[in-house]
């Protein structure tokens, strides 16, 4: 009986050696075979990760670029070309000559002390709770990075997300990087407004039943944007009311873009956070960005602000790849908040007064817009107009299997015409870009002389 059982030990020790043998050199093999066959790394097209394969083009680096290169005027892109506030300035000067040298090192990885105590010490009574500045704010390079965050730290492969389109273009290939599966519904004019020489960014609403039909077991989270980019929208209490019901039947989180929130044209129409809607707080992210709020979009810094149970989720995405940002841009923006918490409610403070430094240049543009043939859709919030350029454009620019009619617009008119605005189809995802092929989007948060420039091309087209 030993004997027989060894023996079968022996032969199946023998046979496992040969099949590892062998494993190793069928591997060794196709290494050989494929370094045989492949091309040298500089001449491969295969390098780029597969969860990127797709996402290769971006309206910013094709238009920024072109801008530049044609030297047109840019009244496209969202920032100002004048001086952000003295204060900022100032504290810039203040924080640079500190004794404190420790301001020149890293600080705590989700946020400068002195930056989160700040942030929670203004936000506080905007959000009707007590902010914990230590577990419920995360400081991050941006809102972009805030979001990169948010859909990286919450989707799982097939988990969906619902946009709502058109977005701020770096959500959808944030969602697809993550592995999520975008569910669009786009924002749609009322037929009324369309036909009219101008509207309103309120005109484009979302159709509830549609919204209320992509809800389902495998959503994971909608991003809402107030005010929005690009239309201006800024959304209302019931729109907001509509979805905050959706996701607390749907047990779906709520990431809310609210970098545009010091930004509203209209007393009536104020912005509202969505985390302060009855349980919203449990489920809701909200973003929010240094350079929007305090007009200097080259600072960029930002924060995420939530319940620690969501919270957490992008604390952990953060800290394997930025883990601490620059010490020195969160010192100066903590003593912004600081010196804005003393005068929150005077007119002085930026967050009152901003706006009216935009009103006058907004009515300007759609003024000019409406005398230069296009229609524009008059913006409730934010730094962007979109203008109906069909009208002016006939029939010499038109949409076909490989590119939009906004697309060629905006090219032929930075080339031929040294005047650079975004197209609007570059905010759409593929399936529903014809929808705004005869949009184009200007930024109206231009120092007058740029304002003027932009609008002597205009008068000629
Ligand atoms: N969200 C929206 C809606 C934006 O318009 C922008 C551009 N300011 C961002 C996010 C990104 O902001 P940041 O520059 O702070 O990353
Ligand atoms: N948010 C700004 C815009 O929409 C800037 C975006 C960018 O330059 N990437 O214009």
């Known amino acids: 009986m030993f004997t027989k059982t ?29 370094s045989k066959t492949k091309k040298p790394i500089e001449k491969r097209n295969d390098l780029l990760a597969k969860r990127y394969v797709g996402l290769e083009k971006n309206i910013w680096v094709e ?73 419920q704010i995360l400081i991050t390079g941006g809102a972009c990075p805030s979001l990169f965050n948010s859909f990286h730290g919450f989707l799982n492969p097939g988990d969906e997300a619902i946009l709502i389109e058109p977005f701020f273009d770096c959500y959808e290939p944030m969602v697809r990087s993550a592995g999520g599966i975008p569910r669009c519904i786009a924002l749609k004019p009322k037929p009324k407004s369309t036909k009219a020489d101008i509207s309103s960014s309120a005109d484009w609403i979302l159709d509830k039943n549609e919204l209320e039909s992509i809800f389902n077991s495998r959503t994971r989270l909608i991003i809402i944007n107030t005010p929005h980019n690009p239309i201006g929208k800024v959304f209302t209490y019931e729109e907001l009311e509509h979805i905050a019901n959706l996701c607390q039947k749907h047990d779906v989180i709520c990431i809310s873009d609210e970098v545009y929130e010091w930004i509203t044209y209209d007393k009536n129409k104020k912005h509202i956070r969505m985390a302060t809607l009855p349980n919203m707080w449990e489920r809701t992210l909200t973003i929010g960005s240094a350079g929007k709020t305090f007009s200097s979009t080259g600072l960029k810094l930002g924060w995420t602000i939530g319940p620690e149970h969501l919270l957490r989720s992008c604390q952990i995405v953060h800290q394997d790849c930025v883990y601490t940002c620059p010490t020195l841009s969160q010192e100066v923006i903590a003593r912004c908040f600081e010196y804005e918490l003393k005068r929150l409610n005077s007119p002085e403070c930026y967050f009152n007064s901003i706006s009216s430094e935009f009103l006058g240049k907004r009515n300007k543009l759609v003024e000019v817009l409406k005398e ?15 203008a109906d350029f069909s009208q002016i454009a006939g029939d010499k620019f038109q949409s076909d299997a490989h590119d ?52 002597r091309i205009l008068r000629q087209l």
């Open 63 to 135: 238009f920024v670029a072109l801008f530049a290169e044609h030297k047109a005027i840019n009244v496209g892109q969202g920032f100002i070309d004048y001086a952000p506030p003295n204060f900022l300035i100032n504290f810039y000067k203040e924080a640079l000559n500190d004794n404190n040298i420790l301001l020149h090192q890293y600080t705590r990885g989700f946020g400068h002390r002195r930056l989160v105590e700040a942030i929670s010490n203004v936000y506080s009574s905007y959000f009707n709770r007590k902010i914990d500045p230590l577990n």
């Open 372 to 386: 230069c043939g296009m229609k524009p859709v008059v913006p409730d919030g934010g730094y962007f107009i979109l």
């Open 404 to 455: 939009m009619k906004d697309l060629k617009f905006v090219r032929y008119l930075a080339k031929e015409k040294q005047i650079g605005i975004m197209p609007v189809t570059g905010f759409y995802t593929s399936e529903h870009r014809h929808l705004a092929d005869n949009y184009i989007r200007f930024c109206f948060a231009k120092k007058d002389e740029t304002l003027d420039k932009a609008i």
């Open 6 to 34: 060894f023996s079968l030990s022996c032969r199946f020790i023998r046979h496992t050696h040969f099949i590892k043998r062998s494993i190793v050199r069928t591997i060794a093999t196709s290494i050989e075979e494929s």
